[in-house]
Nanobody, 125 residues
Framework: QVQLVESGGGLVQTGDSLTLSCAAS????????MAWFRQVPGKERNFVAFISGRGSMIEYVDSVKGRFTISRDNAKNTMYLQMNNLKPEDTAVYYCAADPLPIPRGRLAHQYDYWGQGIQVTVSS
């Protein structure tokens, strides 16, 4: 059974940094596309970034380019999201997602088969 567990969220101030981690088990991590999504109450879950199985393909939503960095450590079955220069509009529940295919299929939530429970990130102004 696949499990994705996020950690590292919390309350920070504008301009601060935070690193999220996603520990995976139950799937062949090194060949899975991994992604981060985020969601605010009453709105749909939105794409933040994805990284291919070998880390050679990475994409970000425009609003986080230059501030967020997605990475993975296949030896540790863990994915990361380094978030710098955080803004209040980054406040959301952040979700880790996995697609067993090594090449990313896209930025839509339904293209990912497995999800973590989500972790809150709150950026105060």
């Amino acid at each position: 059974q696949v499990q994705l567990v996020e950690s590292g969220g919390g309350l920070v101030q504008t301009g601060d940094s935070l690193t999220l981690s996603c520990a995976a088990s139950g799937l062949t991590f090194s060949t899975a596309t991994m992604a981060w999504f985020r969601q605010v109450p009453g709105k749909e879950r939105n794409f933040v970034a994805f990284i291919s199985g070998r880390g050679s393909m990475i994409e970000y939503v425009d609003s986080v380019k230059g501030r967020f960095t997605i990475s993975r450590d296949n030896a540790k079955n863990t994915m990361y999201l380094q978030m710098n220069n955080l803004k209040p509009e980054d406040t959301a529940v952040y979700y880790c997602a996995a697609d067993p295919l090594p090449i990313p299929r896209g930025r839509l939530a339904h293209q990912y088969d497995y999800w973590g429970q989500g972790i809150q990130v709150t950026v105060s102004s």
